[in-house]
């Protein structure tokens, strides 16, 4: 069956890194697109960035641009999300998804926490001096 398992988060300085990973199972990679989303408390939840390897897009939403990559590793089947420079802004439960329609078109599509059907259950990044 269909299963996302993120890991990675951790603790870390702000200008530090991290990398995300977002394990899958029952699909592959190349087969659907992929969003990492993010929701910091008393917040609603965030989309960050997709790869959509069908459609051949990657999609940022603005507040990372620069500062994140996504990636995919098919021989691994898992997507990565490697964070660099950190901000404390970036603290937040990190979730990765697949969406139902399969592929993103679009940077709204990416972003839009209502098109993604199936989530892994998070991974807690916290970015404090």
């Known amino acids: 069956q269909l299963q996302l398992v993120e890991s990675g988060g951790g603790f870390v300085q702000p200008g530090g890194s991290l990398r995300l990973s977002c394990a899958v199972s029952?699909?592959?990679?190349?087969?659907?697109?992929i969003g990492w989303f993010r929701q910091a408390p008393g917040k609603e939840r965030e989309g960050v960035s997709c790869?959509?390897?069908?459609?051949?897009?990657?999609y940022y939403t603005d507040s990372v641009k620069g500062r994140f990559a996504i990636s995919s590793d098919n021989a691994k089947n898992t997507v990565y999300l490697q964070m660099n420079r950190l901000k404390p802004e970036d603290t937040a439960v990190y979730y990765c998804?697949?969406?139902?329609?399969?592929?993103?078109?679009?940077?709204?599509?990416?972003?839009?926490?209502?098109?993604?059907?199936?989530w892994g259950q998070g991974t807690q990044v916290t970015v404090s001096s």
């Open positions: 790869i959509d390897n069908i459609e051949g897009n990657i």
């Open positions: 029952g699909f592959t990679v190349d087969s659907y697109a």
């Open positions: 998804a697949i969406p139902a329609a399969r592929y993103i078109s679009s940077y709204d599509s990416c972003v839009d926490s209502d098109a993604f059907d199936f």
